[in-house]
């Protein structure tokens, strides 16, 4: 049963959304997924400033960053990257400021959003590739807003998740340390979703099967997907930093969450699970209405948190 206030979240967003969707250009879906998210975001919280830059990579690729921070002066726990969320088709530093803007004022963690690029015209694994790259500059300080606090912090939502997980073991494949703690906020971590909520929430409210197919043609196409793009597929789980893992209720991808984590502890790793009741994939914009997401959101700084004050392995 959906949370009352995630019922109302649900049909304010179906009143954004045209019913064929689905059908337009990829360019038109983009405006409306940015309309949807500015109908959703409040403003910046007070003493949160930000700083817009583009690092350019090895492989010449221009990425925009957003750095989220408070005020001079406030000493800052450590930073933040973040993904986010759009099925590796939609998203933006704007779409997602409702989350990045309160993780710093509700941490006082330096968050970095980081735009990497999208399909279907960059496809696998430039996202997982952008990544990577913006990861490895973080650690070697090579960020383009002067010197950031450690510890580093890996977060993503939906294909954001996926994309925090496969940096965070392809970091751990390489033998790079310095990443003390990923979140992972209803996760796609794999081309496929994990039953049985794959089956029993095929049709859920925000994000269907038929959705998540979608965004996995259009990012992975119809070839075997880049083995270290898909971590639920991976060939270990240890050694691993501190993984939060949150999957909701009424979300065909509910499953990744919890079996990513229950593969990590069984490899003797940390891995925290949490699934939120009555909640639906992308629920984190209704955080100024939802008691339900302000408790996810609440356990997502709780755990960055902890993370920043626990040694880095």
């Not at 309160?102 to 590739?129: Q, S």
């Not at 699970?273 to 909640?279: D, E, S, V």
């Amino acid at each position: 049963m959906l949370e009352p206030e995630i019922a109302a979240f649900v049909a304010r967003a179906d009143a954004i959304y045209p019913d064929n969707t689905a059908s337009l250009p990829t360019v038109e879906q983009r405006a409306i997924y940015e309309r949807f998210a500015a109908a959703f975001t409040p403003a910046r919280p007070a003493g949160v400033g930000v700083q817009n830059a583009t690092l350019v990579t090895a492989a010449g690729h221009s990425i925009r960053l957003r750095l989220y921070a408070k005020d001079e002066g406030a000493q800052s726990p450590g930073t933040l990257l973040y993904f986010h969320g759009g099925g590796f088709v939609f998203g933006s530093l704007d779409s997602h400021e409702i989350v990045t803007a309160r993780l710093a004022a509700d941490t006082g963690l330096c968050v970095v959003a980081v735009d990497y690029r999208l399909a279907p015209e960059h496809p696998a694994p430039a996202a997982h590739e952008d990544c990577l790259d913006i990861t490895l500059a973080a650690l070697d300080g090579r960020l383009p807003f002067g010197s950031l606090p450690a510890p580093l912090l890996l977060a993503g939502d939906s294909a954001g998740a996926n994309l925090a997980a496969s940096v965070a073991m392809r970091l751990r494949d390489s033998g790079i340390e310095g990443v003390a703690g990923v979140a992972l906020i209803y996760p796609m971590l794999g081309a496929e979703p994990q039953s049985p909520a794959r089956e029993t929430e095929a049709n859920a409210p925000m994000l269907t099967l038929a959705g998540v197919r979608m965004y996995s043609r259009l990012y992975w196409g119809d070839a075997a997907p880049p083995v270290w793009t898909v971590p639920i597929e991976a060939s270990r789980f240890d050694g691993l930093p501190p993984v939060l893992s949150i999957g909701v209720e009424h979300d065909p991808l509910r499953d990744d969450a919890r079996v990513f984590a229950e593969r990590i502890q069984a490899a003797g790793g940390e891995a925290q699970l949490w699934i939120a009741p009555g909640l639906v994939h992308g629920c984190w914009r209704a955080l100024e209405t939802s008691p339900g997401v302000q408790r996810m959101h609440d356990k997502v700084c709780r755990f960055l948190l902890d993370s920043a004050g626990r040694r880095v392995r």
